[in-house]
Structure formats: C-alpha cells, structure tokens
C-alpha cells in the first residue's frame, strides 16, 4: 500500500539524488541503531517494493478463474446438511481494524520515537552482501569507504496538522554522522550526541530528513537513535494521536506488522525484540511485545497471524508470551498466515504443492483448501494446549474467500476442522475494478450505483458463511472490510481520490455497516486505517493520521457507526 503522491520509481536513486542537492550537517560522534523511516508524501516507492508488498487482491474472483483443475470434486463440503439450521441470534456488532505497517512510504506516525520503524539501510560501495554490517540487535557496526549507509527520520504527527515542529535526536555510541536534509527542514543544530531542528509543514514534499553514518566505532557503534518532540514524553512508545485512534476499535489485527505477506522462515532466535535497532524486522515485522504493548494500553483484542513457515517452537513461544504478558480481561484472535486461497501470494502456491505432496488430494485447487485445514489444525492445537483452562481467552479463526463460500466449505469438510477453531472468516469487500471505468469522473452515479451492487452480493455470500457458521456453532468474524476500488492507472490516481472522497462513499460505508449490524453481527475487521489513493488503491479509511473526519467520508461514517455501538 502507498500513498497517493508516492511514485512507482526507484527510491534509492532518488534520495542520492537528494544525497547530492540536499544540505547537509556533520558531526563526529554517536548515534543509532533503532530503525524507523519517514512518513512523508513525497517520498517514492521502489520497484522492489512494488513488487513486495502486494496491492490487495480482487476479493471477488470468479470461480472459473481460480479454479487450477476443473473446479470443486464431488466429495468435498458433503458434510453440510441440506436442511438450513435455524439462524443463530446476531452477537451484537463491534469493529477492528487493520493496522497500516510502519514503515517509511505509509502516511501514519505510530511510534513516538520518529526514527524505529524500519533501521538502517547499508548499500556496499561493492554491490555485495550486507553480511557483517549488523550486529545481532541490528547496529551498524562497520563502514567502508564508499559505503551508503542511511536511514529516514518520520514526519511528526503536527506536520499533517499543518504545524511547526521542533524535534529533539539523541544517541549513544561513537562515530561521524551526516545528517541529510532537504528545504522543509530549518534550524538544524548538531552535536556530540544529538541534534535538534525544526520541521515545517510546507512544502510537503520538501520536508524530509535522514542520518546518514560516514564511519562507526566497531566497540562503541551507533544505537539508541531516538528522535521525537521537544517535550515529549521520553519513555512513551506509541505516538498519543496514534493511540487515540486505535481507541476506539475492539481489536486489532496486525497481520501487516508481523509482515506474513512475505512469507519467510521465521524462528524464535531469529524474530525481531525490542531490544533491536529497528521497530520493524525483516522475517515476522514487529516484536510481539510491541504488539501486545499496544493491545494492552488500549484495551483492545489483538488479531494475530501466524506465519506459514514458522516452525512449531515459535508458534509455540508466542503463544505462551501471549498468554502470560497480554491483559487476561483481553481475547486473542489466531488465524494461520494470510488469505491462504488467493493466488496472488506466495503462501498459496505452497500450500498447494505441500497439499499434493501430501497426499491430501489429486486436485490442484482442493490442495490449497486442504492443506490449510490441515495446517490451521496444526497452529490451533498449539494455542489450545498454552491456552489451557484458559480457552475462553482465545478465538482460533479459519479464513476464506468471500465470494467462493465453497471455499470454506471445504475447510470445514478436511477431517474434523470445526472442532480445532472457534470462528469462521471473509473478507466481503464491495468492489470494482478502476481500469474497466471509461468515463471522466463528471458523472459518477453509474459507478456509484455498481458498487452498491457489488456490496449487496458481499453481503449475500456473507450470509452464507453466517449460516454455515451457525451450522457449525461457531462465530462468523471479517477479517478484513471495507471498500476494493483498485486496480487504478496513474492517470486515473485523482479520479480514485474524487471516488473515495465523494460523499456517496460515506454513505455507502454507513449503509454496509448498517445491514452487518441488522442481518450478521459479531465482528467486522476493516482495511485499513490510514492511506491515501495510488495506483494499489486507497485503502485507508483516512488519508494520513489526525485528518478531519468531514474532509474523510469512510472515517466519517465509520465514528459515527461507532457512537451507536459499545466498543
């Protein structure tokens, strides 16, 4: 996901074009090895990046084109009963979120030190291996002649408040230090082992600022780089305008944090601590203390996502942390690694192959379906066992597609699933696909009126997982809600921004939230908090963080929702 002024070029060349026209400070002295990135509306995302973080897939796929061998074989879902059960009453309606990763291209501030979120960035004057430059918690502990090695300092929250802001940088450790600014960027003060200046507000594009490491002492490295306000609170983590929001929702779910979509190995001596340099790490994203930190200081359910390759002694680890630090007045949701039925990730290509190689079926599409109910019952009889006689606290979640309930059908039929979880899951985004939109943005009633037919189908398959949820005695939760507009040109990124900012989408989001609260109930996790419009979409129910909800038409409706239910 990236913002609406974020282009899809090259972001490493561009900032050693800034590198080379920007201002710049030395010092010899300290510095960091926390990691954090900026969020700043200029700045442009990297090809890599593109590719990396994947643009939310359409959740409305045909069943002709998912299908890899001839569709659904006669056995599977043949234990649903042909007599419809009698519906369950509705749970009363909360709402989640989905939290935006912190990391320099998104348009929120979410830790109060402005310079954690993702660390140091080391380019080898050789082109080669970053192998030796890190310590084990993330440090720089070299630097050879000609090395770039950098990282980005986060735009404080008053900046998108249109405010001054005087910043306060200290560190420890012994070396020379640049840093790197550009015209947003005034007052600039080095010293030993800190640095003080002032961010403006405008131009937005002009107001970005990075640390940049000339040498480092191998004994005495750069770490501990911590940037945040003049008079801020020295030990909070979390940004307070950041807190207020997440306030507000009954759980949170941190599948983007724990960086599932990458699909990497992850063991428990590897996973990223808060003692790291780096708020986010590069196998499982944030530390888990950090996310139960936040759970626990806002009083909300965290939502987590277990990776599909981490092995059973991290799974196991994790939910023994859970289970002894997260408040016991919480519930924790568990789901086995991330939309494990589209074809857009990697996660699901495994499954399949894991799905034949096994045994559990010769059919390619059915491989993916099984091998999930197979591997979800191997991570929920995890959690089960740490969590004993202490099952009320836990919600053990399968996952499937929305606009294919025969997809989770065929979960619930793999042996006995049902009884290894406690909810059932969809994704029931209204949807259409930008690029098949012809006309000039002057009359939107059309579009408006499709999307409203998009929504009503959600809702229709929706239904269908609720009755088999009731079928099953089990709760029917979202794990991700909201709009799909995507799939937009670059010449179409205003025309998005005119979509999601017209007031028919505020009333869109009041109408769907609306009938979930009359006809489904329970949960219903939204995507996401805060981003603007790109070609990847718009998936933020605000642009960027402390934006007005009368200038935000789905964050408008979205609170005003919320004053008429309990959190």
């Not at 409305?60 to 042909?82: D, E, H, M, W, Y």
């Not at 307070?240 to 997440?246: C, D, R």
């Amino acid at each position: 996901m990236k913002k609406s002024r974020i282009r899809k070029k090259s972001a490493l060349k561009s900032f050693f074009g800034f590198l080379g026209t920007g201002s710049l400070a030395m010092v010899s002295s300290g510095a960091v090895a926390a990691a954090l990135s900026l969020v700043y509306a200029g700045l442009e995302m990297p090809d890599s990046l593109v590719a990396k973080w994947l643009v939310r897939p359409l959740a409305a796929v045909s069943v002709g084109t998912v299908t890899a061998s001839g569709g659904l074989p006669t056995n599977v879902g043949k234990s649903t009963s042909t007599t419809t059960p009698a519906p369950t009453p509705l749970k009363p309606m909360k709402l989640g979120m989905n939290m935006t990763q912190p990391i320099y291209y998104t348009p929120t501030r979410i830790f109060t030190n402005l310079a954690s979120d993702v660390g140091w960035v080391v380019t080898p004057a050789n082109g080669g291996s970053t192998d030796g430059y890190f310590d084990a918690n993330r440090n720089v502990v070299k630097v050879l002649p000609g090395d770039q090695v950098y990282r980005f300092i986060l735009r404080p929250t008053g900046i998108y408040q249109k405010k001054s802001v005087d910043i306060v940088c200290k560190w420890d450790g012994i070396g020379t230090i640049e840093a790197v600014k550009h015209s947003g960027i005034q007052n600039l003060v080095m010293g030993a082992n800190g640095m003080r200046y002032t961010q403006l507000p405008d131009p937005i594009d002009s107001a970005w600022m990075m640390v940049r490491l000339k040498s480092v002492d191998m004994s005495n490295p750069f770490r501990n780089l911590d940037c945040r306000e003049a008079g801020a609170d020295p030990n909070a983590l979390y940004d307070p305008t950041f807190l207020a929001g997440v306030k507000k929702y009954s759980s949170l779910r941190f599948m983007k944090w724990q960086n599932v979509e990458q699909n990497k190995t992850v063991t428990w001596a590897k996973r990223t601590t808060p003692a790291m340099g780096q708020i986010m790490g590069d196998a499982d994203g944030v530390a888990i203390e950090n996310m139960i930190a936040l759970a626990n200081q806002t009083k909300t359910d965290p939502w987590f996502a277990m990776p599909w390759n981490a092995d059973d002694d991290y799974i196991r680890r994790f939910a023994t942390l859970v289970r002894d630090t997260l408040d016991p007045n919480l519930k924790v949701y568990v789901e086995a690694s991330n939309e494990v039925w589209n074809w857009a990730y990697l996660v699901t290509h495994q499954a399949q192959q894991e799905g034949l190689s096994r045994g559990l079926t010769t059919d390619g599409q059915v491989a993916v379906w099984y091998r999930y109910a197979e591997k979800t019952i191997q991570v929920m009889d995890i959690w089960r066992d740490v969590f004993q006689g202490q099952s009320s606290r836990l919600v053990r979640v399968a996952a499937m597609q929305n606009a294919w309930p025969d997809t989770i059908k065929a979960v619930l039929s793999f042996r006995d699933t049902p009884q290894h979880i406690d909810a059932i899951s969809s994704a029931p985004y209204f949807t259409a696909d930008l690029s098949a939109y012809t006309g000039d943005g002057s009359n939107l009633n059309d579009f408006f009126a499709q999307l409203r037919t998009t929504l009503d189908g959600a809702m229709d398959n929706a239904k269908q997982f609720k009755q088999l949820a009731d079928q099953y005695h089990l709760r029917f939760v979202t794990y991700e809600a909201g709009q799909h507009v995507s799939n937009a040109r670059q010449d179409q990124i205003p025309l998005l921004y005119q979509i999601e900012h017209d007031r028919r989408m505020g009333q869109l989001y009041t109408y769907y939230l609306n009938r979930w609260n009359n006809e489904i109930g329970d949960l219903m996790t939204l995507f996401s908090d805060y981003d603007g419009a790109s070609t990847a979409g718009a998936w933020g129910i605000s642009d960027y963080i402390g934006q007005s909800p009368n200038a935000a038409p789905k964050a408008k409706a979205v609170m005003l929702f919320q004053a008429s239910i309990s959190k």
